[in-house]
């Protein structure tokens, strides 16, 4: 039998009400000898009831006191919350009485731990629960509640199911060649039935792309040559003055960051420090920044001078963002226009200035519709929402691959069985249906407390 664990289930500061949640076989005969009001060991299950917690003969707080027998609550096991007045010095000492009376401070995550080991939750949709304490968006909190329901469970459940039944067939045509009912085993219809297994494996990692969008976001570089007005845009497109701007060039250093919402999804903006050949060791670090954010981000924006002619520095920053999802913002639009268009006119550009605000609004749109923002849905698909997920999808690939390659190469059935085998497992660690316990641990320690 588990022992019984107690957290802080709120966020540590002053606010309104504090929960402290204890869950295991002693969590009501714990919360009973620190509570005055009722006889928690006697009251009906899923009732809030009023009353004081003592510390001996010393009022704590007035609280009211959620009791959740085993086994329909978040753990399986009983439940207790006390709802305490909120602050900081009330919920603590709640706690510590608790500890004092034979609970054990949970772990991170080790509520929603208990539910997964109890079976009443996989791991997705532990994941789930963590990913919806995190999400910043509406898009995001519907794709994990999405989640959570079990929508992607249920699919890989099916997934496996389907692979189950090809192993059955492979087993009965070795174990049992002379058995006339089941259906002949050939090449052919073996490599017809994995198929369509790969098949939807893979559109789950192409569906998925979004995912990634709705729960992350999309990294936007803004780079430039010096003086050409990236920290202002960034300051324009926040709505907010993040970054300095001054006419000197160089201004910027090192990166500047900030975030919008626009459609439901997040954007994250890069300002960096302007590209140019320079002998100043500060300067090269930040140019070097820049550089390196280009890569790491999903869209570059790089904007030019309308009052300048192109130079070397904007051919070469024109040369990087070539084959990379981009936006040429042809920035200072209020100025005389001197510069060359000629050359850009493969590029994907957009024009404006941020004195007045002009093309700010033309830029998202163009975002927008890089990444078909209004089209992405996080209810209409089942989707992949993390890289533990995505990289288990992909090992179950590459085994089905191989099994289809040794089928080519007539290689016995018993050892393509192997590869369909390890694809089984794979899909069945996604859900946690096999699993490592460091894989467990790890996973469940990024969790918040008291979850
Ligand atoms: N006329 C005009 N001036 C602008 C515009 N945008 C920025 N500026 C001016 O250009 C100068 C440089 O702006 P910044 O935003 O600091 O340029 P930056 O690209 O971030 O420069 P570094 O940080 O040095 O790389 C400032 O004096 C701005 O006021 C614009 O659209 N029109
Ligand atoms: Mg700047």
Redesign the pocket.
């Known amino acids: 039998m588990e022992d019984t664990i107690v957290a802080i289930s709120t966020a540590i500061g002053l606010g309104a009400i504090s929960i402290i949640r204890l869950s295991g076989p002693d969590a009501i005969k714990i919360a009973d000898k620190i509570f005055k009001g009722k006889d928690l060991t006697k009251v009906a299950s899923h009732t809030i009831n009023y009353g004081h917690i003592y510390d001996g003969e010393k009022i704590v707080d007035e609280v009211l006191v959620s009791v959740m027998l085993a086994p329909k609550t978040y753990t399986t096991e009983d439940i207790v919350e006390i709802n305490t007045h909120g602050g900081v010095s009330a919920t603590n000492k709640v706690l510590e009485l608790c500890l004092l009376n034979g609970a054990r401070l949970a772990t991170q995550g080790e509520f929603t731990k208990r539910a997964f080991l109890a079976g009443r939750i996989d791991l997705t949709q532990a994941e789930a629960v963590q990913d919806i304490i995190t999400s910043a968006t509406d898009k995001s909190l519907s794709l994990f509640v999405n989640q959570l329901t079990g929508s992607l469970k249920k699919l890989i459940i099916k997934l496996r199911k389907d692979i189950v039944s090809i192993l059955a067939n492979i087993e009965v045509n070795i174990d049992y060649p002379e058995y006339e009912d089941a259906p002949k085993i050939t090449i052919a219809s073996l490599k017809e039935l994995l198929y369509p297994v790969k098949n939807k494996l893979n559109d789950l990692i192409k569906e998925s792309k979004n995912a990634k969008i709705i729960k992350d976001g999309i990294n936007i570089a803004i780079i430039?040559?010096?003086?050409?007005?990236?920290?202002?845009?960034?300051?324009k497109l926040l709505e907010e003055e993040k970054?300095?701007?001054?006419?000197?060039?160089?201004?910027?250093?090192d990166l500047v960051e900030g975030s919008i919402i626009f459609k439901g999804i997040k954007l994250n903006f890069i300002?960096?420090?302007?590209?140019r050949e320079s002998k100043d060791i500060v300067e090269n670090i930040g140019i070097k920044k820049s550089l390196d954010s280009v890569s790491q981000s999903n869209l570059v924006i790089l904007?030019l001078n309308n009052?300048e002619d192109l130079t070397s520095d904007d051919h070469k920053l024109l040369d990087i963002i070539k084959d990379k999802t981009h936006i040429v913002f042809v920035?200072?639009?209020?100025?005389p226009a001197k510069l060359n268009i000629e050359s850009l006119k493969e590029y994907n550009i957009c024009y404006?200035?941020?004195?007045n605000d002009?093309g700010i609004d033309e830029l998202k749109n163009k975002i927008e519709d890089l990444f078909n923002l209004e089209q992405i849905k996080p209810l209409d698909n089942i989707y992949l929402t993390n890289s533990r997920q995505n990289a288990l999808i992909k090992l179950a690939i590459k085994e089905i691959d191989h099994a289809l390659k040794s089928l080519d190469e007539e290689i016995p059935i018993d050892l393509v069985e192997i590869d369909i085998k390890n694809a089984w497992n794979y899909l069945g660690e996604i859900i946690g249906a096999t699993y490592k316990e460091e894989l467990i641990d790890e996973l469940f320690s990024n969790f918040c407390l008291g979850k």
């Open positions: 430039g040559r010096p003086n050409v007005g990236k920290s202002s845009l960034l300051n970054a300095i701007v001054t006419d000197i060039a160089g201004t910027t250093r300002d960096t420090a302007g590209i904007v009052n920035n200072k639009n209020d100025l404006g200035n941020t004195i002009n």
